[in-house]
């Protein structure tokens, strides 16, 4: 049996990764403020806890995958209170910079390490490991944890200082806003021409417009069927905001991604908000009128 790792947060992604790490013979104790989460991955063998100190006694190494500033801060305090011995803290949620660098204060104050580790890859990537760590912060620390990155991502690097992780992600973060929507309006453009959507993906996938984000969303959109979501709408616009005042701030156009937001609005509002975001092509077919046979 490998080490003990924790898992906080078992959403989606924090679900994925934590199912993975027992797979590969891990001891995983997991960790959600929803019973409902913490239910569903109990009933797959896992063991839960219900409170973050009963985690922090028995994982030196916590992975966190968190929605929002507001959980990150409040683990961290959680893991203060808990006045357990040094422990690794893999963060991966996507957050902006100062909430991380916040948090990674108040974990080295506590006597933590505390790793700026967000991941590119969907829900669905993360369930069969095709998960990328760009990850940041103590160059020791990472190396040890080489090992484990490998028990849920197919890849995982090191970039530097703490931060860069995150920038790295707000990078590919704004190509995927990007070519989810491209993907979109190219399948509604053929579906509009008469094309069946499904020859438009084989047709696709093996020319020079293919992409990572068509291979993952066209079949969802020429199923028309949105859910289960790999990354939620609503989600989504948490993410495309951090990345809008990162760029903002490093006074860095982005027209593409600004082009984008009406779109994933329009998705908020037709009632995508939990579904997939593959669902802005339902926003695009509304636009062209286009009405499906079947």
Request: proline share 4%; charged share 20%; hydrophobic share 50%.
């Amino acid at each position: 049996m490998k080490a003990i790792v924790g898992v906080v947060g078992l959403g989606i992604m924090g679900g994925a990764m934590a199912r993975n790490l027992a797979a590969a013979d891990r001891r995983v104790v997991g960790f959600d403020i929803e019973a409902a989460r913490r239910a569903e991955l109990a009933a797959d063998g896992i063991e839960t806890v219900d409170d973050l100190a009963a985690l922090a006694r028995s994982a030196p190494v916590i992975i966190t995958s968190l929605p929002s500033p507001a959980a990150l801060h409040a683990t961290a305090q959680s893991l203060a209170a808990a006045r357990v011995e040094r422990r690794v803290v893999v963060e991966t949620s996507t957050l902006t910079l100062d909430d991380k660098l916040e948090a990674e204060a108040a974990f080295r104050a506590a006597g933590h390490v505390c790793l700026d580790c967000p991941l590119s890859g969907t829900g669905a990537q993360a369930r069969t490991k095709d998960l990328v760590v760009y990850a940041s912060g103590d160059t020791a620390s990472i190396a040890e944890l080489k090992p484990l990155f490998a028990d849920f991502a197919k890849e995982a690097h090191d970039l530097g200082a703490f931060g860069n992780g995150s920038r790295m992600k707000y990078v590919a973060n704004l190509l995927v806003a990007i070519h989810n929507v491209a993907t979109a309006e190219a399948m509604v453009l053929g579906m509009k021409a008469g094309l069946d959507p499904h020859q438009i993906i084989g047709l696709i996938t093996p020319g020079a417009g293919n992409s990572r984000v068509f291979e993952l969303r066209a079949p969802m959109m020429a199923d028309n069927t949105y859910e289960p979501a790999t990354m939620k709408v609503s989600t989504w616009q948490k993410d495309m905001a951090i990345i809008g005042r990162f760029a903002a701030d490093l006074g860095c156009p982005t027209p593409l991604l600004s082009a984008t937001l009406p779109v994933y609005a329009s998705a908020m509002a037709r009632g995508h908000a939990g579904h997939d975001t593959a669902a802005v092509c339902e926003v695009l077919e509304a636009m062209a009128g286009l009405k499906r046979r079947g």
